[in-house]
T-cell receptor, first 111, second 115 residues
Framework: NAGVTQTPKFQVLKTGQSMTLQCAQD?????MYWYRQDPGMGLRLIYY???????DKGEVPNGYNVSRLNKREFSLRLESAAPSQTSVYFC??????????FGPGTRLTVL | AQSVTQPDIHITVSEGASLELRCNYS??????LFWYVQSPGQGLQLLLK??????LVQGIKGFEAEFKRSQSSFNLRKPSVHWSDAAEYFC?????????????FGQGTTLQVKP
């Protein structure tokens, strides 16, 4: 039982490049989430998916897109990366409202 | 709007001393409340949660928290801190419909433990 896994762990991009962050969970949870964490800002919700086939914007969705590929997988895409997207990205899942389980994070630097 | 405030950005305690981390929330209905811990370079780990019932909840690693509706607070406590407790702690409240599982997080409190 791996819980929530994220790939890659680290990534460096140049401004304007695109990439997809992958997330998978093996707990059969319905809900999945993407957050970004910046110093002094806590965690801010980017997008979430309350169930397979649905996605909704969170607090800071601009510059991102998501895909809920199936119940297990929820990906986050940066179409044209900007330095302001330098952050640590966390994926989480939950069986609402039981509390969220987090992955180890992806540390992204945009030059 | 729902919100969570952790008044203390940074706290330092001596090993073996007691600990209390403060959390205040703003929420119209009965809240779902959580405490998470994040060690450096790691993801967040759920310490404990409150949904209803007994207002004193026990969690992992010897932590407990008390829900006080009259004070809109959910403070985290530990009787005797260990050096391994040094980490960042986040309080969170369930947001919106219970169907989404969304959470709103406080900005976190960094705990330093002195030997």
């Amino acid at each position: 039982n791996a819980g929530v896994t994220q790939t890659p762990k680290f990534q460096v991009l140049k401004t304007g490049q695109s990439m997809t962050l992958q997330c998978a969970q093996d707990m059969n949870h319905n809900s999945m989430y993407w957050y970004r964490q910046d110093p002094g800002m806590g965690l801010r919700l980017i997008y979430y998916s309350a169930s397979e086939g649905t996605t909704d914007k969170g607090e800071v969705p601009n510059g991102y897109n998501v895909s809920r590929l199936n119940k297990r997988e929820f990906s986050l895409r940066l179409e044209s990366a900007a330095p302001s997207q330098t952050s640590v990205y966390f994926c989480a899942s939950s069986e609402r409202p039981g509390g969220q389980f987090f992955g180890p994070g992806t540390r992204l630097t945009v030059l | 709007a729902q919100s969570v405030t952790q008044p203390d950005i940074h706290i330092t305690v001596s090993e073996g001393a007691s600990l209390e981390l403060r959390c205040n929330y703003s929420y119209g209905a009965t809240p779902y409340l959580f405490w998470y811990v994040q060690s450096p370079g790691q993801g967040l780990q759920l310490l404990l949660k409150y949904f209803s019932g007994d207002t004193l909840v026990q969690g992992i690693k010897g932590f407990e928290a008390e829900f006080k509706r009259s004070q809109s607070s959910f403070n985290l406590r530990k009787p005797s801190v260990h050096w391994s407790d040094a980490a960042e702690y986040f309080c969170a409240v369930g947001a919106g419909s219970s169907n989404t599982g969304k959470l709103i997080f406080g900005q976190g409190t960094t705990l330093q433990v002195k030997p």
